[in-house]
C-alpha cells in the first residue's frame, strides 16, 4: 500500500530562514507527487506539483520542491521564509490509483 | 465561482445521533472524496467517488456511508455518531487525467467541524 512519511512535524524558524520540509514515500512505479499547505483555519490549497519531466518543481509564494526518485523523496525548500508562511504544509502521493494519499503533515511556525 | 462547498459548516451531535454532510461541486469533476482531519495524524480518506452511481472505500470508512446519486454532490452519513468521529471533515474533487496515473489536483472545501458529545 502507498504511505507518505513526512518526518518534521512542527518546524521553528524566524524571518529570512531558510526552509526544508522532508517528504518520503513509498511506491516502486509511476507517482504524482503534490505539497498542499493549509494556513490557520483555512482549507488545504495546492503549493505545488510533480507529473513528470524536470524533477525540480516550481511552486506558489517561492516553494519549490525535487523529486529524487532514487530516495523516494519530494522535500519542499523555501530560500527565505516570512512570517505569513505560517501554515501546516502536507505531503500528498498518488500512484497508479484513484486515491491521493496524504502525510501527518508538517507545522511551520515563523517569527518576525 | 463556489468550487466545492460543504454543508453544514458547523455541527453538534449527541452519541448515537444521525448526520449527513453534503458536498456539491461546480466543476463537473468526476472523481469526489471525503476525507477527515484530526492533529497529527494529517488527512485520512474517508471514502471516495470516481463517478456518479459510484464509491469505494478509503483508509477509515468504518461507520461512514456515502452516496453519489448525482455527479455533483456527494453525501458522506453517520448513521450512529461515536466521539471518536468528531474531526473536521473535508470534501474535495478532481479531474481525470488521462493515463496514468489517474488523480489530478484536489479542490477542497472549506471543511465542516463535527463534534459528537
Known amino acids: 500500500a502507498q504511505s507518505v512519511s513526512q518526518h518534521n512535524h512542527h518546524v521553528i524558524l524566524s524571518e529570512a530562514a531558510s526552509l526544508e520540509l522532508g517528504c518520503n514515500y513509498s511506491y516502486g512505479g509511476t507517482v504524482n507527487l503534490f505539497w498542499y499547505v493549509q494556513y490557520p483555519g483555512q482549507h488545504l490549497q495546492l503549493l505545488l506539483k510533480?507529473?513528470?519531466?524536470?524533477?525540480l518543481v516550481k511552486g506558489i509564494k517561492g516553494f519549490e520542491a525535487e523529486f529524487i526518485k532514487s530516495k523516494f523523496s519530494f522535500n519542499l525548500r523555501k530560500p527565505s521564509v516570512q512570517w505569513s508562511d505560517t501554515a501546516e504544509y502536507f505531503c500528498?502521493?498518488?500512484?497508479?490509483?484513484?486515491?491521493?494519499?496524504f502525510g501527518t503533515g508538517t507545522r511551520l511556525q515563523v517569527f518576525p | 465561482n463556489a468550487g466545492v462547498t460543504q454543508t453544514p459548516k458547523f455541527r453538534v451531535l449527541k452519541t448515537g445521533q444521525s448526520m449527513t454532510l453534503l458536498c456539491a461541486q461546480d466543476m463537473n469533476h468526476e472523481y469526489m472524496y471525503w476525507y477527515r482531519q484530526d492533529p497529527g495524524m494529517g488527512l485520512r480518506l474517508i471514502h471516495y467517488s470516481v463517478g456518479e452511481g459510484t464509491t469505494a472505500k478509503g483508509e477509515v470508512p468504518d461507520g461512514y456511508n456515502v452516496s453519489r446519486l448525482k455527479k455533483q454532490n456527494f453525501l458522506l452519513g453517520l448513521e450512529s455518531a461515536a466521539p471518536s468521529q468528531t474531526s473536521v471533515y473535508f470534501c474535495?474533487?478532481?479531474?481525470?487525467?488521462?493515463?496514468?496515473?489517474?488523480?489530478?489536483?484536489?479542490?477542497f472545501g472549506e471543511g465542516s467541524r463535527l463534534t459528537v458529545l
Open positions: 500528498a502521493v498518488n500512484a497508479d490509483t484513484d486515491k491521493l494519499i
Open positions: 474535495a474533487s478532481s479531474l481525470r487525467t488521462s493515463g496514468s496515473p489517474s488523480t489530478g489536483e484536489l479542490f
Open positions: 510533480y507529473f513528470s519531466g524536470d524533477p
